[in-house]
């Protein structure tokens, strides 16, 4: 199948680990070039020199951007478009706050929906009305299974990421005939340097996730990274407006 995605410019948040990176090497794979974003630039540097040696004849470049600092967002995305597009749009956070849901702090729910929610929002105002001008879009959201099953000890995550299935609905809505699709992808266990964090600590809950899921192992990020790479491509052409999970038949909920 042929995906379309030679001279697109895909912006990714969180690009320079786990399945933002996976993502970003898929994309480049695809000859798109990449803007990888996330808060430490050492790991933004070293992420863009592996990208440059998968493929040398795209356009790979790195940004510091914490998604807490709304002037630095409107920076980083004005001097992305004062030099190209950005046909692609892919939102990748970490984590927020764990625990008990009264034990969280306000702060941990406003950093939160800073994070999680208010962060997709701002940028997808901020790159729409190109992708509008130029007829062709793809905003995808990397949330987690979350957002349509609780997770104990996860309740800002659910909050907000439950919170961002409604935004997409929404905005895919009142941007589809303009040739914009808009989705999350929701992943199941996936191989991340968190995951690997937590299997040091226990290796039977570990384990357990893994056999909760249809397919009897944890997802690799490129298994994750292959479905964004065609939700966002000329390939999905009429799936727009919903969560789309990957993750091995790990949720029950209907």
Not at 85 to 104: E, S
Request: net charge positive.
């Amino acid at each position: 199948m042929e995906l379309g995605l030679k001279n697109r410019t895909a912006f990714i948040t969180g690009g320079s680990a786990g399945i933002g990176f996976a993502i970003a090497e898929a994309f480049v794979e695809e000859g798109a070039n990449v803007i990888i974003a996330s808060r430490d630039y050492s790991h933004v540097e070293n992420a863009v020199k592996k990208l440059k040696r998968k493929n040398p004849t795209v356009k790979i470049l790195g940004k510091e951007l914490d998604l807490n600092d709304e002037k630095k967002i409107r920076k980083v995305v004005t001097d992305i478009q004062k030099a190209g597009n950005i046909d692609i749009l892919i939102n990748n956070v970490g984590g927020p706050a764990a625990g008990a849901t009264l034990d969280i702090s306000l702060e941990g729910w406003d950093k939160g929906y800073q994070s999680l929610l208010r962060s997709v929002i701002l940028l997808s105002q901020l790159v729409l009305p190109g992708m509008k001008k130029r007829k062709w879009g793809r905003v995808l959201t990397v949330t987690s299974t979350s957002a349509v099953e609780i997770i104990p000890k996860l309740p800002v995550s659910a909050t907000f990421r439950a919170g961002l299935t409604a935004y997409t609905k929404s905005l895919a809505k009142e941007v589809g005939r303009t040739g914009i699709l808009v989705n999350n992808l929701l992943p199941g266990p996936t191989g991340t340097a968190r995951l690997e964090e937590l299997k040091k600590k226990s290796p039977a809950f570990f384990e357990s996730m893994a056999q909760e899921t249809a397919v009897g192992r944890i997802a690799e990020p490129e298994e994750i990274a292959r479905v964004a790479v065609f939700l966002c491509s000329n390939g999905n052409t009429y799936v727009t407006g919903t969560d789309v999970l990957a993750d091995g038949g790990y949720t029950k909920a209907l």
